[in-house]
């Protein structure tokens, strides 16, 4: 036979209802490539739908007659540019939103926030003060985002400063020049009177025109020395500094991406297992064994394996690169347990469709891949991955390891490990079921179709 016989024999093997394989197969690059592209389009487009808090504890203040409420007038300003899903709300909501991962990050604005920005045209400006602050523990990459958000917070305070610098400035001048009026009628009121007006009336008139250039004179800014310049000049040039604060911080991008990265690998190797070990022992299916029995013993060398294979990873991560969790211990056994569940998900999928488990498996990866929020927020994905996320189980390692990683709330690690457990537990028992099934043998199982 000739090479494209042989070729097209290879694939009439599948016939029927088999045809689905090579289909599925070719199909692959396009899942992959559609649904991560799909996923991941536009992500810095849809921060609008990224929850975040802004905190308003400013006091108004007078200045030059009028009222300054520089805190109420920026947090309008941040609200109407919609860069984020802005949300008011007092300081104890809004850190145990950012604890819980209800909002990305916060920011809050201080009590004397009108008061110092107030105080900038004065002989003595004062800097003010907002704090944003970040938790690693709901993700890393949007510290990104967040460096988005403090370039336009700044961009709405130096407009704010400005309205209100020159709003004083200009009260300072219609005072200045109302003084300068009196002294100026004061003056031609006394040279009017010199020569013909009373010593008495003389007398009024200079004290006029003394108290006149007195009002002018205390309306005038007194000169700074030079050290005091230099500092006013400071102030004027940046009227606010934003500090960063972050709850749980990652420190470096390995870290912060270590989570997604792990969960990626553990899952990959449950897929390749079963292309080297058999999903289950057909002689001992056939015997006396029970269905339970060789459904463990079929997952158990895999699982075995893969918590080798996740603590061989975990050691070259921490001594090679500096991992450095918070919670060791806590890091070790949930890779443990997701490295078991992984692989008795992947068990499932072999025992119940054979080979095709194995492109099931695949197909799952690339699910998870764009579902889980190991890059970006889920919010700025589209709402079938919105979904995904909550019910598949890499979202629960990336979150998990988030917090034995960086630090976090621990009822996020709890919440981890029952989902991840319950995921082991059910694919095991419906393993288990697969296989008492298989004990009833038909006609088909019997006298398989001939195979050319």
């Known amino acids: ?25 070719s199909l692959v690059p396009l899942l992959y490539g559609s649904l991560y592209l799909w996923s991941n389009w536009d992500p810095y487009g849809h921060f609008h739908e990224v929850p975040v808090a802004i905190v308003n504890q400013d006091q108004p203040v007078a200045a030059s007659g009028q009222t300054l409420a520089a805190g109420a ?7 109407e540019q919609n860069n984020f899903e802005w949300h008011q709300v007092d300081a104890a909501k809004a850190s145990d939103g950012l604890r819980d991962g209800d909002y990305y ?27 944003m602050t970040l938790n690693d523990a ?38 200045l020049r109302q003084q300068l009026g009196q002294a100026a009628s004061a003056a031609r009121q006394l040279q009017a009177g010199i020569g013909t007006a009373p010593a008495p009336q003389l ?21 700074a020395g030079p050290q005091q310049a230099q500092g006013s000049a400071g102030v004027l040039t940046a009227p606010v500094v934003i500090d960063v604060d972050n709850l749980h911080p990652a420190k470096l991008y390995g870290r912060g991406m270590a989570p997604f990265f792990f969960s990626i690998a553990l899952w990959v190797f449950g897929l390749t297992a079963y292309l080297v070990l058999k999903p289950f022992n057909a002689r001992a299916l056939a015997g006396r064994s029970g269905a339970l029995t060789v459904t463990l013993a079929g997952w158990l060398p895999a699982a075995f394996l893969g918590v080798v294979g996740a603590y061989v990873l975990y050691a070259v991560v921490d001594l090679g690169l500096g991992l450095d969790p918070r919670q060791v211990g806590q ?23 054979g080979a095709v488990g194995d492109a099931l498996s695949l197909v799952l990866l690339m699910l998870q891949l764009t579902s889980c929020g190991g890059l970006y927020p889920i919010e700025t994905t589209p709402a079938p991955f919105q ?13 998990g390891l988030r917090v034995t990683i960086s630090g976090g709330e621990g009822w996020i690690l709890t919440r981890a490990v029952l989902v991840l457990g319950a995921y082991l537990l059910v694919a095991l028992a419906v393993s288990a079921l697969v296989l008492s099934r298989r004990r009833l043998w038909t006609m088909a199982r019997m006298k398989p179709a001939i195979q050319l």
């Open 1 to 25: 036979m000739n090479v494209l016989r042989l070729a097209w024999l290879e694939l009439r093997r599948f016939r029927g209802p088999l045809m689905v394989v090579p289909v599925a197969i």
């Open 73 to 79: 007038q920026l947090t309008q300003t941040v609200v």
């Open 105 to 131: 990050f916060t920011v809050t604005i201080p009590p004397d926030f009108s008061a110092k920005l107030a105080s900038g045209p004065t002989a003595q400006p004062q800097q003010a003060r907002l704090t």
């Open 138 to 175: 709901n993700g890393f990459i949007i510290g990104t985002a967040a460096e988005s958000a403090k370039a336009a917070l700044q961009s709405a305070i130096t407009q704010a400063v400005q309205q209100t610098y020159a709003q004083q400035a200009f009260t300072q001048l219609g005072d």
């Open 203 to 223: 007398q009024q008139g200079a004290g006029d025109l003394a108290a006149g250039l007195d009002q002018t004179a205390a309306a005038v800014p007194v000169p």
């Open 331 to 353: 890091t070790l056994g949930l890779l443990a347990l997701a490295a078991a569940a992984f692989v008795a998900i992947d068990h499932l999928l072999n025992v119940a469709f």
């Open 387 to 399: 979904w995904l996320h909550q019910v598949l189980p890499m979202t629960y390692l990336v979150e």
